[in-house]
């Protein structure tokens, strides 16, 4: 696909919220590539090391065109203060509580940040006179449907954890504020976005630490679930699309459209590392959908969208960049 630009669609100036993080990170490298100006809003939350965040932007700090504001999206007062001194016509809300599992241990945390927090963006952005928001919604609004594969169109979704009920209330408060305030809304729903930066209690990247480490992977079920893997760059594509087109309130997929089992996952990573894998049993856990699968039809013909990175390739990508965080 090619990488529309930011630069020649004139959106001017670019907010990305969830700037340190793993996919935010890899956005403001393209966008900053394009052309664009960035302002990043971040808090550098503690849900894993801020350091590691502070090292994902790493390539952007000291770009003229790149501003950090370190800050809450939860508080109007400071997104109203960052909107009025750097005026940008585009949001792309990334900022969250990422992750199903802690969501159930601590759901009204994840209320807060990504019901609140949303909310509150959104009000920012309606005041200051944003003409267009993107916002990273997630495949776990899916949850139990059992309509394969999972289309936009398809039945009502049915979340099945605290986390996937906030994304799906962050796209009806996108799809309110459209309405109310003509606001070119769309929200992305990602499937299971990997590679170099991964968020570091995210499966593969986990799998991985273990293996290197010499320890066993917690296999949770019988290895049967499935999940659709996508390649971070190919996620970055459809974000970039999606500052030009289309209008309205949309919400569409971002998928591989490529489904693989935990079994055949774990035995991909550990022939790619070239490590021995030992398998610790444990049982399903509550909140985990039993397969994902991307029906991207809606993101090819709305963004141009094509996935281009395959599994394999994807995974032979993260594990050159792992071994280079440890093998300096
Ligand atoms: N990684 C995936 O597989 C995946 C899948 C579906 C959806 N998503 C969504 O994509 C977005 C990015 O995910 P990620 O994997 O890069 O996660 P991440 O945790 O690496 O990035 C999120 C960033 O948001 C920041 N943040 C958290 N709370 C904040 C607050 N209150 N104010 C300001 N900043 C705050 C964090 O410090 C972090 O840098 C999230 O919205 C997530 O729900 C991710």
């Known amino acids: 696909m090619r990488q529309g630009g930011a630069k020649e669609s ?25 052309g664009a100006t960035v302002v990043g809003i971040d808090s550098f939350d503690d849900f894993y090391d801020p350091a590691i965040k502070r090292r994902n932007l790493n390539d952007c700090l000291g770009k003229e065109n790149f501003h950090l ?52 963006l959104l009000e920012a952005a309606r005041r200051q006179g944003v003409v267009r928001f993107l916002f990273g919604s997630s495949s776990s609004v899916y949850g139990s449907s059992e309509t394969i594969p999972f289309s936009e169109a398809g ?12 994304k799906l209330a962050g796209e ?16 992305l729903r990602f499937f299971t976005v990997y590679g170099p930066r991964q ?39 459809g974000l970039v699309a999606g500052l ?23 035995d991909l990573i550990g022939k790619s590392l070239g490590r021995p894998v030992r398998l610790e049993p444990q049982p399903e856990q509550p909140g985990d ?23 394999e390739d994807g995974i032979a990508a993260f594990i050159k960049w792992f071994r280079r965080q440890r093998e300096p």
């Open 69 to 120: 504001v370190e800050g809450d999206i939860r508080e109007l007062d400071f997104l109203e203060k960052t909107f009025r001194q750097h005026r940008p016509k585009c949001v792309i809300h990334l900022a969250a509580r990422a992750g199903v599992r802690p969501s159930i241990e601590n759901p009204l945390l994840y209320e807060d940040v990504n019901i609140r927090g949303t909310l509150s």
């Open 155 to 166: 039945s009502s979704p049915e979340p099945i954890s605290p986390y996937g009920a906030t």
């Open 172 to 187: 009806a408060l996108c799809g309110a504020y459209h309405r109310l305030y003509g606001i070119d809304m769309v929200c």
């Open 10 to 34: 004139s959106t001017g100036v670019v907010c990305v919220t969830g700037c340190a993080g793993f996919i935010g990170s890899h956005l403001c490298e393209r966008l900053l590539a394009l």
């Open 244 to 266: 030009k087109r289309p209008a309205g309130f949309q919400i569409i997929n971002l998928g591989n459209s490529r489904p693989i089992s935990l079994a055949a996952l774990i």
């Open 199 to 237: 968020r570091p209690e995210m499966a593969i990247h986990k799998f991985t630490r273990l293996l290197w480490e010499g320890k066993p992977i917690p296999r949770f079920g019988d290895g049967s679930t499935s999940r659709d893997y996508t390649y971070v760059n190919d996620i970055i594509d």
């Open 289 to 311: 959908a039993k397969r994902t699968h991307a029906d991207i039809v809606k993101a090819g013909k709305m963004l141009g969208y094509e996935p281009q990175v395959t599994l």
